[in-house]
């Protein structure tokens, strides 16, 4: 040692010996661990040094590894035995365990087959309650059938008897009103009973044709035309015309116009029963203050056009249309000149009041209906 500091000491060895010149040339820490690696075996090689350099321990050393020798040869053996006795234990333990699973599969499936034929048993049982509750079903669903087919069948009668009475008095009553049409001429009376007796056939017509609705007279109130049909929120105002030789006079359709600004009605129907209108078509359709009115000529002749009429307004009142669009108007006035036409031919095809007045008052709806689609698109 040469010197030495407060941290490192400082050593010297040979320069021509070649195991420090090896450990010259390690790291710091592999030179440490040599030196702890070997310091530990200075410590411990004491005895085999001395038995390196003994004879006599050499002997002991040999004697004392025969010996271990001959015991490791005895384990061996032994483990041999034993390794030989547990592949027996294993072949006789494996026979065992065979039958014992062989015994515990027997268990079982007999186990399940008793489980099995449980199951089966209350199935079978499901199976008959399932069939007793669809013949119960069947029995009741027959049953309901039956009633309702009663209940319909008695409903039935009651409609078609309500139906004969309604016919009956329909016929009876357009009976009556053709007969007073047709003796109309031949009765001397002055203008203001003809206009009664007209007012008075208007109004039995369309209390009969419309039940739902209210038919008020109000002729001698004056200033709100001669009828006014009330169905909910809507008011129709009807003025009648029943002359006998001349035609209805423009002023009275200037009557009828200022009566329609005065009063807030949703429509109204001019018609003359067995005269035209001076300047005016039959079924000509105009607005008074963007209400709708129709014209009608020789009503008489056709009362249906009366409810068509109404219809006509009632349906285009549920509808927002722009009255001042002249195209629209033509439209309204084209299909009602056609609808008219072809309604006349239908009616020339019907010689009784029951069952075809019923389809044609149907069709009626259907062709309403077209008018309001036509109108709306």
């Known amino acids: 040692m040469d010197y030495e500091s407060n941290e490192f000491i400082t050593m010297k060895f040979p320069k021509n010996n070649t195991i420090f010149g090896k450990f010259m040339n390690k790291t710091f820490e592999e030179q440490e661990t040599i030196i702890k690696l070997g310091t530990i075996m200075e410590e411990t090689g004491k005895d085999s040094k001395l038995t390196l350099n003994s004879e006599e321990w050499a002997e002991k050393l040999n004697a004392i590894k025969k010996i271990k020798d001959e015991k490791i040869n005895n384990y061996n053996e032994k483990i041999k035995e034993y390794k030989t006795t547990i592949i027996q234990i294993k072949d006789d333990n494996r026979e065992e365990v065979k039958n014992s699973i062989k015994e515990a599969r027997e268990k079982e499936k007999t186990r399940y087959e008793s489980l099995l034929l449980t199951a089966q048993e209350h199935s079978l049982e499901f199976q008959n309650e399932i069939e007793r509750l669809k013949k119960e079903k069947w029995e009741l669903s027959d049953k309901i059938r039956k009633e309702s087919d009663d ?27 053709a007969e007073k ?54 008011n ?15 002023s009275e359709v200037n009557k009828f116009k200022k009566d329609m600004k005065n009063n807030k009605f949703t429509g109204g129907i001019f018609l ?96 309403l209906n077209t008018l309001i689609d036509t109108l709306k698109s």
Not at 212 to 219: E, L, P, Q, Y
Request: proline letters at 1%; one cysteine or more.
């Open 151 to 177: 209940k319909i069948e008695r409903i039935r009668e009651n409609t078609r008897v309500y139906q004969e009475k309604r016919e009956e008095e329909y016929k009876n009553t357009m009976m009556d009103m």
């Open 272 to 367: 003359s029963m067995k005269r035209g209108i001076c300047n005016i078509d039959n079924w000509t359709m105009e607005t008074i203050d963007g209400r709708p009115v129709i014209f009608l000529t020789y009503a008489a002749k056709n009362m249906e056009n009366i409810i068509t009429a109404y219809k006509i307004i009632y349906k285009l009142s549920e509808i927002h249309i722009d009255w001042t669009i002249t195209e629209k108007l033509n439209k309204i006035e084209n299909f009602t000149k056609q609808y008219v036409k072809e309604k006349k031919k239908k009616l020339k095809m019907v010689s009784k009041f029951s069952t075809d007045m019923t389809n044609l008052i149907n069709g009626d709806e259907e062709r």
């Open 181 to 234: 049409m047709n003796n109309a001429d031949d009765k001397c009376k002055v203008a203001s009973n003809k206009g009664k007796e007209g007012e008075t056939t208007v109004k039995q017509f369309l209390v009969m044709s419309l039940p739902k609705s209210d038919i008020i007279d109000v002729a001698q109130q004056g200033g709100a035309g001669d009828l006014i049909i009330r169905d909910a929120s809507k």
């Open 236 to 250: 129709v105002m009807v003025e009648v015309k029943n002359y006998d030789s001349c035609n209805v006079k423009t």
